[in-house]
């Protein structure tokens, strides 16, 4: 016990002098910091953006709240709905396993505001029976939707560029009159930037052109969780697809990742950051251990072993990496917090994978780093050093 006591005390004194050593050069100290922190920081911001453009992607899905939806097989994205025949809501509801199954209209339609000016909006068609899937309201009351020309506006980014509207306010769609019945609030924004509208799904094929298909998806909740595979099989031996909500959020994720431009761009963004923090930390650690030599031959010299040394190196690269790794999330959660109270369309999200993998990340540039400081180390004799 008095031999374990003495190696803790003698390499806590080890690292105390690292630690002496690694904060008595501020100016090095400080680049070391700048260099992680920057790349961490990068890392951390594109990766947010990317999940943040993901997660609306999926909005109407997360706000809907289906637990499974019904659709074509050649639907990418929730945005881009292929209609299908009205049979398929009979034939989806006769399925085993089926508890309730109820149409869903989606489509893009032109509002005229009081101003006279002209704004693109989408507009959600809610099934009469139930209005399954509207969104909570702030204002109004939802029976009102079976008003003549009733309609309810979402309250989120896209808000003001229907001038605010307010219960009670007019304008047209479609050369349609439409009244503002109800202000609801919804768990995300949309990624395109435009406002949404909800109505009944009988207005919504009056206000809008259609094709001879309307039903643009089938939301489906299943009777107990063991019948999503059910339900599964028999819509696509329909000739159609049916996916959980995490599916099809699934689907349209790998769609933006793989299928557009988006997913390699970022990719590349967060590939060049983290080679900027190796390249800015490794390059600053290893001129620090150059400038340092003399000190660590002196420690050699006095009967500090190899190992000790080691753990200095190991110590000075780690307390430097994660420093650099918390600035860099702080830094970076608070431009974020302060972009969106600017600008309410911006979309980035920390999430906890964006967070591990830049602390994988962080873990590979110190890694890296007390290689180069170590091998560089271990080699020094204390007779050069004091040859010299």
Known sequence: MAAWRGNAGSML????????????????????????????????????????ILNRSSATVINIGASMWVMDPAVQTVANSIPMPDYVLDEVRSIPGVKYAVPLYSGGALAKLEDGAYQAVTVMGLDDS???????????????????????????????????????????????KAVIVGIGQVATSGLFGVPTLYTTHNR???????????????????????????????????????????????????????????????LLMTVISFI????????????????????????????????????????????????????GIGICAALIALARLRIPDYAAMITFPNIGMAFVMVVVIAGISSYVGVRKVLKIEPFDIFRG
């Open 276 to 327: 900027v923090g190796l390249s800015i930390s490794g390059q600053t650690f290893y001129t620090f251990i150059i400038e340092n030599l003399e000190k660590f031959g002196a420690l050699k010299a006095i009967g500090a072993k190899g190992s000790e040394l080691v753990a200095m190196i190991l110590f000075q690269a780690t307390f430097t990496a994660l420093t650099g790794y918390g600035l």
């Open 130 to 176: 139930n209005l399954f899937g509207r969104p909570a309201l702030l204002e109004g009351n939802i029976q009102d939707i079976f008003a003549e020309n009733g309609f309810i506006v979402v309250k989120d980014a896209e808000f003001p560029k229907l001038n605010n509207p307010k219960v009670g306010t007019t304008f047209e769609l479609n050369d349609h």
């Open 13 to 52: 004194g080890i690292l105390k002098i690292a630690y002496k050593l690694l904060v008595n050069d501020r100016a090095k100290f400080a680049a070391l910091l700048v260099g992680i922190t920057f790349a961490v920081f990068l890392m951390i911001q594109m990766t947010s953006l990317f999940s943040g």
């Open 204 to 266: 919504a094929l009056q206000y809008l052109p259609n094709t001879r298909f309307t039903t643009s998806y089938i939301l489906v909740e299943p009777k107990t969780t063991g019948d999503v595979a059910t339900i599964e099989k028999d819509v696509k031996a329909m000739g159609y697809l049916a996916l959980t909500k995490d599916e099809f959020m699934d689907k349209i994720s790998t769609f933006y990742k793989y299928q557009t431009g988006l997913g390699t761009n970022m």
